[in-house]
């Protein structure tokens, strides 16, 4: 290998994070932190490598061959980097189901790997927000879930006029596939696909396809449900043509019943949308998915659901669970779109020039007097003209520039220099140190 | 695969961080950075992989087969997954190294993969905190990274008899067994590599060991500085031996400076320690290691120095810079061992009980309410009997358990109960927010 071919870029479908983004990254991370937090939940975190079976498992084989990053250890193991978490979260619950008062309520935010054609919005590495309920059947947790995603958005301020949460149930889907429209598992498998594909082709492409799973009036069926633009109207047709099965009755009852909660905890924004799918295959209950509304970002940002059988994998009884993952992409691209990243800048409380380089012992000593105060404070070491190292305390962003020469070592004073203003004044230590409390 | 085979432990090597693990974790973290920003470094990220070149670059095709993670990615890209951060870091400020005012002053907190047989303090995947300083040759800069080194450990209430600061300098190394010594390249490097492990072999092994790299009165000089218990002693012996060599009089004036500023800026627990090599070929000026001094675990935990020429990989010029990292491993041994681990647990403000599942709705809409007043709430779903949810509102930690039942919700009143001290009381709404602003 030459040297000279050494590339200073990151691998591709990666991100370096400077200083300058990565404070954006953080103040991302806290606002999630402070909502989690106010709901009480815990934050945990798995080993970036987990043995391959435990994705097979999960997943199947197909997922684990095509878009992961898997590979053997030098002992022969078989590992992976983790595509998404709720397998280790499974892992780590199955391991001490016993040691716990549910319900948990944990959240990470790790950083996951898929192999990926890197494109707008879809990159090889990205950190992804994890939040999971576990132990609890109530609809109010399902709820909480909702108000947890809604929350995440509202606290970096965007309105519910900013977002839209979809919501559908897979017992609802259940019973209309194959209670009312009588489909068999392979054909309610093959129409959920292609319902979950429905904005990406026309509505003849559409509606040609249906006709190639299901004889035409059934279609028909399927296609006046998922016309309705109301769960009411749902319903009403749904009732129509179900003639009192008791399966449906309860379906639409049960999410009568969370959707009624839902709006009387205020949800405004939260729609039934019955070609809601997701793409995962072991969600059980509610599923949700959160839009944005923004015409120049108008798509699913995120969204989980109820999933209560992924102990099975572990040879454990069903728990009920509910969760979801929320990408920093697509929150980036969100709080961008709508102008709610504020300009996050890293700010020091002082930086100290030193006029003659035989002061820096003496200004190192006061440095270090104002860090025992709390104080972010950065000294200068080159000794170059006060100037150079005032534009230096400018760059980095102080609040104060505090100069120390041969008149302020001798009188142990320093001249405090407030960088917003340019004004200066000499003042003793102590006095220092309380104007630069006093902001 | 068979389901009943899957594990629910960690891959070897690797730790599940609970959250009673999460939150140790992160008070460690919490900690270092306040020091991290009082001391004016910001932090950076980059990407988990990187190809494997960088590594190659840095350290060599030995360290990159034996102990890396490494694989081909699907589009034949040899990757690795980080063993360590500065090439990272390196490759970063060579991408960018027109862009920033210098000095940098950069840390982050990786995860690192090494391939090792797990024991005590070394893990396969570990946490390391690298504290890096970019762009100066000031003195300052070396005296400013061992301050934070000690500064790192003394925030969490270390005192300077807990550990000691052990010093050395490579240029003083070199003019020692280059000028005075009189040895070739190949014997020096043998000699330091000897040198690093005298500690780990016997004084008749290491002593027939020096033999056979250099004659025997050589020998002696190496052993008789070695012995020396102060700089001014190493110092006395060195001027005997070299004969009024410049470079060796240089090496000698420039540590002897380092020393004293070290000294002047009141670092008690730095001592001067010619056996100290540190493991990388890459230092250039000063290296020094910091050792826990309790008997029960009388070892190195962390170390670093002035490496000037790492951007050498990039074809770009030297660069002044210092550099340390910091593992979780040895950080929470050396916090055990001399007790300042604090129990850090994870508290809520309230736990909402609620004694009949009609009043859910109402408990939502109140424990709403006080998130909004940004306390941390969790509310019961259960209906289960208000013992039962006392003991968990006990179990996770809360200050208050807030109990709704029909004369509550009747009345828009609250119980109040102090969880520690079984006191509670009926109130308004208002009171009872105002109850939980008062602690």
Redesign the interface.
Known sequence: ?S??????????G??????ED??V??YMFDVIRTVL????Y??????????T??Y??KSGEEIVNEQT?S?E??GG?D?T?RPEMTP?LA??V???SGDY?YPL??FSIP?L?R?ERPQRGRLR?HYQVNVDIFG?E?K??D??AL?VAR?LLTEFGATSEDFEIHINDRRLIHAVYSEVLGLSEEQSYALSKLVDRKDKISTEEFQSQVREIVAQDTAKHLETLLEKDSFEAFVAYLREISSDNQIVEDAIQSFETFLN?VR???MSNVIFDFELMRGFDYYTGFVFEVFDTHPDNNRAMFGGGRYDNLL????QPPMGAIGFGMGDVPLWVFLETHGLLPQVE?R?DAYVCVLDTQY??AA??YT?ML?SH??????D??GRKLSAQLK?AD??NARFALCLGEQEVRNETVTVRTLATGEQETVSFEKAVALLKQV
């Open positions: 290998m040297k000279k071919t050494l590339s200073t870029r990151p691998y591709k990666t991100r370096d994070f400077y200083p990565y404070r990254h953080q937090y106010r709901f009480g815990e934050e945990y975190m798995a080993p970036l490598l987990e043995e079976d435990l097979r498992a990053y590979f250890d030098r193991r590992l980097i280790s892992r780590m199955a391991r001490r008062t309520r944990w950083n790997y192999y590495e609890t109530s109010y947790a709820i909480e108000d929350s909660g009387q905890v205020g099975e994998i572990f040879d890293d020091i820096l012992a190192y000593e270090q860090r709390d104080f972010s404070v950065v000294m070491y080159s230096t760059r980095k």
